[in-house]
């Protein structure tokens, strides 16, 4: 079955970077667009980026561009998200996300806290 495992979440001072990785397994992964999404409580989810089959296409939210980073690994199905500047309204949980219509997969997600 489809399985998104996400790590690399914690605390960190405002300014600083963290990583997000995203474990996928299950389904053929070189074939598919991956993207991570992050969800604050008593918002919608939001896209934070999306990355094509290589990491030639990618799509940024307007919050984070110039800041995050997607990129992934295909021969170890992976999938990244390098977060650098990160500000206090960064603060969410971050979920790792794989669309096969009509069908999409969510991991878990991991916590990101942004302390000022």
């Known amino acids: 079955q489809v399985q998104l495992v996400e790590s690399g979440g914690g605390l960190v001072q405002s300014g600083g970077s963290l990583r997000l990785s995203c474990a996928a397994s299950g389904f053929a992964f070189t074939y598919h667009a991956m993207r991570w999404f992050r969800q604050v409580p008593g918002k919608e989810r939001e896209l934070v980026a999306s990355?094509?089959?290589?990491?030639?296409?990618?799509i940024y939210g307007d919050a984070v561009k110039g800041r995050f980073t997607i990129s992934r690994d295909n021969s170890k199905n992976m999938v990244y998200l390098q977060m650098n500047s990160l500000r206090p309204e960064d603060t969410a949980i971050y979920y790792c996300?794989?669309?096969?219509?009509?069908?999409?997969?969510w991991g878990q997600g991991t916590q990101v806290t942004v302390s000022s």
């Open positions: 996300n794989a669309r096969m219509t009509p069908y999409e997969y």
């Open positions: 990355i094509g089959t290589t990491d030639y296409y990618t």
